[in-house]
């Protein structure tokens, strides 16, 4: 909660509270994510993950979540298991741009949201969230997908 109060408190500062308020919206309505239920929130054991907005590009902000923030002394970052390193050299990238008369690229920076998880691991992907400005108390919700890149899971 003080993560969010601290968050809120910084965009607010700045008016930044709409493009905040949109990014979080894009992760409802793109289906990462849902709100939990009453019952959900009473039942499960839940890990808030603490977020913020990065702004670097202003005209696509996105929604950050530490996952390696402590909560009892462990973090999610220490419980996912390290995957293998899929970046690719440069060097290795331009040689073969010389092996063929035809280069194709893509860009698939989405797709890492989408990775579904576990319904039994939905109460470690949790974060509180309410509309800027609003003074109800925030609300949980969890990702039904999730980004699990293994560049950024190393504790």
């Not at 409802?28 to 019952?39: G, S």
């Not at 194709?104 to 992907?125: C, M, P, R, T």
């Amino acid at each position: 909660m003080r993560t969010l109060l601290s968050v809120e408190k910084r965009l607010a500062e700045k008016g930044l509270e709409e493009i905040y308020h949109k990014a979080v919206m894009k992760l409802f309505n793109q289906k990462f994510v849902r709100q939990l239920t009453a019952e959900e929130a009473k039942q499960w054991n839940i890990n808030v993950l603490p977020h913020h907005v990065n702004l670097k590009k202003p005209e696509k902000p996105r929604i950050v979540f530490n996952a390696s923030s402590l909560c009892q002394g462990t973090s999610l970052n220490k419980c996912l298991l390290e995957g293998p390193n899929w970046t690719t050299d440069m060097a290795d990238v331009f040689f073969s741009l010389r092996l063929r008369k035809i280069a194709v690229y893509g860009d698939i920076n989405s797709f890492f949201h989408k990775i579904q998880v576990a319904e039994k691991d939905h109460e470690k992907l949790c974060f509180l969230y309410r509309k800027p400005g609003s003074k109800d108390e925030p609300k949980l919700n969890c990702f039904w997908f999730f980004r699990l890149d293994s560049a950024h899971h190393r504790s």
